[in-house]
Nanobody, 121 residues
């Protein structure tokens, strides 16, 4: 089994910063990519940022220049540094991993439980 555990959500005011963390654990053979998605009530889940095994990063346009994704390979952990937060960033943020388990098989998507980020004055 593979588990993704997020931390770092909370309530902040507009313009403030927040850092999310997600640690992957379990029977991991390889990680192709780690990323963050978010979902507002009633809307589909959308990609926020992604980092692949070669450290290529991808960001949705609305967060470019404000959010930074990074990873600690030794800890199988991905971070999302969020600066200049806006009310529109309010959502449940989900960690995603494209991971291959030990014992063979293909890469699969795994999800964390989600962490609430609320930006409000």
């Amino acid at each position: 089994q593979v588990q993704l555990v997020e931390s770092g959500g909370g309530l902040v005011q507009p313009g403030e910063s927040l850092t999310l963390s997600c640690a992957a654990s379990g029977s991991i053979f390889a990680i192709y990519a780690l990323g963050w998605y978010r979902q507002e009530s009633g809307n589909p889940r959308e990609l926020v940022a992604l980092i692949t095994t070669d450290d290529t990063t991808t960001y949705t346009d609305s967060v470019k220049g404000r959010f930074t994704i990074s990873r600690d390979r030794a800890k199988n952990t991905v971070y999302l540094q969020m600066n200049s937060l806006k009310p529109d960033d309010t959502a449940v943020y989900y960690c995603n991993g494209v991971i291959r388990m030990t014992g063979g098989g293909s890469f699969r998507n795994y999800w964390g439980q989600g962490t609430q980020v609320t930006v409000s004055s």
